[in-house]
């Protein structure tokens, strides 16, 4: 492969994780500060915005300290970006590059929630979170939660 073509595939994955992690924040942003935590928006049957937070890795789980999953999801992140960066220089298809791109981007996302998120916003139970509030953050930095928001009810449950 020459250099034009690693260089369009590495610019390509780049837009993409740009893209995307802009998308994801401005989204997080917006349900922070217009939904109170558990409201829902049905946007159809199969698919809600429903604003929950999640503390800690996949569904909640808690198995380390804060500090320790976000020091964590930071290394875990720049594992990612080297892997990436090895898929580009090794010809492999854009299809793949862009899928690795899309979890980097949602990888990289989550990481700027758990940094960020209790410093700049108060808390959401009962309320709609404030940006910058007068009284600080509800979380120091590295301590913040993970908004999640897209919730797709397709099995039906007791």
């Known amino acids: ?7 369009t595939k590495a610019w390509g994955a780049a837009a993409i994780i740009l893209l995307l992690l802009f998308l994801d924040q401005a989204f ?3 349900v922070k500060t217009h939904m109170a935590l558990g ?7 199969w698919f809600q915005l429903y604003f ?25 992140v720049v594992g990612i970006g ?9 010809e492999y298809p854009m299809g793949y590059i862009v899928c690795i791109a899309m979890i980097f981007a949602g990888a ?11 410093v700049i916003f ?4 009962g309320q709609v979170a404030t940006l910058m509030p007068e009284g600080g953050g ?21």
């Open 52 to 76: 929950t937070e999640n503390p800690g890795m996949a569904f909640g789980m808690e198995f380390f300290n804060k500090l320790v999953l976000s020091v964590f999801r930071i290394v875990a």
């Open 1 to 7: 492969m020459n250099e034009q073509t690693r260089a």
């Open 39 to 45: 409201e829902s928006i049905t946007i159809f049957p």
């Open 122 to 125: 108060n808390h959401s139970y």
């Open 138 to 158: 509800y979380a120091p930095l590295l301590h913040g939660k993970v908004v999640d928001m897209l919730y797709f009810p397709l099995i039906e449950t007791t």
């Open 108 to 118: 990289l996302g989550n990481i700027i929630d758990s940094v960020f998120y209790g």
């Open 28 to 30: 997080k942003i917006w």
């Open 82 to 90: 080297y892997y990436l960066v090895q898929l580009i220089r090794k």
